[in-house]
């Protein structure tokens, strides 16, 4: 197995480049979703001089504020604007009415005292024009451009899309993605394992990360029979945009995966990246198109490719921003003494002056699933060197983005 750098294993991902399209769904199903169109104003924002206080509206530039007002009529909101009559009247206004026609100022309850149709102001000298209303086109203008395209769909997103009356909305069109398991130790979620068997644990949190853009992974579980596998993988090359599959790269007697991909006519790109944990991850492309992601079976492994290869391929396929590479200090000293890149868990803390520090938590090993709960990030730690001392600085990648 020809090792290859983590910068070339990643560029050689990057550079396979494809589109997925477009596609206009409900509004209500667009949550996490990326937008691939611009939203712009179908109307003012507001659409209406708005009352924001339940109260009485005047008119501020005729009325004599120390002098009782005519209670004229009551304004609900959904109800069309009301005309005052004259400048000693005034009418009762509730919050989201549009403002009655001939007054410019809202006084709240709390402000005044209300006897027999009579109002007066308690404290006159309070009051300020144009007080407790959201003018119309405040917010925004008619076909001023709201959201742009390319942001994430958030539940604010969908208020706004809701707000200028949109159902539908066009958005980057997902993948489709399946993911093909290996390994007869494994047992489903559902499952007893027996003494020397585990449940199929990669799979779940691999289906949940692709769920935050909106993937719905199809799972298959294979058993450890070349021919089984080998007619698994060529159905879902057929029928998927990209193939995941864990477990099955490295050494051992029954791990098939990469002659069955290559049978399958998947061309491999890679096998075996310089780096711990992942190395035996292989990548590779069928001619019609699909891409191949095999991750090594052991759970961090296959978490460390996903979060530091699949997901930033993904982010940029859906219309997102490229991942920000971020730095944070060595907060004690670590010796890595192996060629390999090291993607070392640690917890990230940020100290008074703003700076990020990564403290090591570590686990054990690239089984230790468990420990994935604890450790923040992948702090990238270069196979060039060996010795890495307490605040020097490196990139790292979020473990739970
Ligand atoms: N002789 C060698 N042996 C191994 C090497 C090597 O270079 N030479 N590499 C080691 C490294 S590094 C890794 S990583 C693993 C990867 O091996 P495989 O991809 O073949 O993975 P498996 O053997 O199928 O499984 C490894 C481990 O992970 C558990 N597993 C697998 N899938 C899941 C899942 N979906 N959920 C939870 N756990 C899973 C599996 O039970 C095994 O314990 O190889 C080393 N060996
Ligand atoms: O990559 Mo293996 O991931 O070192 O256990």
Redesign the pocket.
């Known amino acids: 197995m020809e090792l290859i750098s983590v910068n070339d294993a990643h560029d050689i991902i990057d550079h396979q480049r494809r589109d997925f399209g477009v596609e206009r769904i409900p509004t209500v199903a667009a949550l996490g979703r990326t937008l691939a169109e611009d939203v712009r104003a179908d109307r003012d924002l507001p659409p209406f001089d708005r009352v924001t206080m339940d109260g009485i509206a005047i008119c501020f530039k005729k009325a004599r504020l120390s002098e009782a007002f005519h209670l004229q009529a009551t304004q609900a909101a959904g109800e069309p604007p009301c005309i005052l009559q004259s400048a000693d009247q005034c009418i009762e206004v509730m919050t989201g009415a549009v403002l009655p026609v001939g007054t410019d100022t809202v006084v709240p309850y709390e402000w005044l005292q209300i006897e027999s149709q009579l109002v007066h102001i308690l404290t006159p000298a309070k009051v300020i024009e144009s007080q407790n209303i959201h003018f119309k086109g405040k917010d925004a203008r008619q076909h001023d451009l709201l959201i742009k395209m390319d942001t994430p769909v958030t539940a604010s997103v969908i208020q706004v899309l809701a707000a200028v009356g949109k159902r539908d909305v066009l958005v980057y069109k997902l993948p489709k993605v399946i993911l093909l398991?290996?390994?007869d130790?494994?047992v489903d979620i559902a499952d007893v394992p027996k003494d020397y068997q585990?449940?199929?644990?990669?799979?779940y949190a691999l289906v949940a990360q692709l769920q935050q853009y909106g993937i719905n992974t199809v799972q298959k579980h294979l058993v450890d029979e070349e021919t089984i596998i080998q007619q698994a993988i060529a159905d879902a090359l057929q029928a998927y945009d990209i193939v995941l599959l864990?477990?099955?790269?490295?050494?051992?007697k029954f791990?098939f995966i990469p002659f069955a991909l290559e049978q399958a006519g998947v061309q491999n790109l890679f096998h075996g990246v310089r780096q711990?944990?992942?190395?035996?991850f292989w990548f590779g492309v069928h001619p019609a198109g699909a891409l191949v992601f095999a991750?090594?079976?052991?759970?961090v492994?296959?978490q460390l490719c996903v979060q530091r290869y699949l997901l930033p391929w993904l982010q940029a396929h859906v219309g997102r921003k490229p991942v920000v590479m971020r730095y944070a200090k060595l907060r004690e000293e670590v010796t890595f003494e192996p060629a390999l890149d090291y993607f070392l868990q640690v917890t990230l803390a940020t100290d008074d002056q703003g700076q990020t520090w990564a403290t090591p938590c570590r686990g054990n090993g690239?089984?230790d699933?468990a420990n994935l709960i604890h450790a923040d990030a992948f702090l990238a730690l270069p196979a060039a060197q060996s010795a890495f001392k307490t605040g020097d600085v490196f990139p790292y990648w979020l473990i739970h983005s």
Not at 276 to 280: A, H, I, S, V
Not at 295 to 299: K, M, Q, R
């Open positions: 398991s290996t390994g130790e494994l585990i449940r199929r644990s990669s799979n864990t477990g099955g790269v490295s050494k051992g791990d711990r944990p992942g190395k035996p991750f090594p079976g052991n759970p492994s296959t690239s089984g699933f």
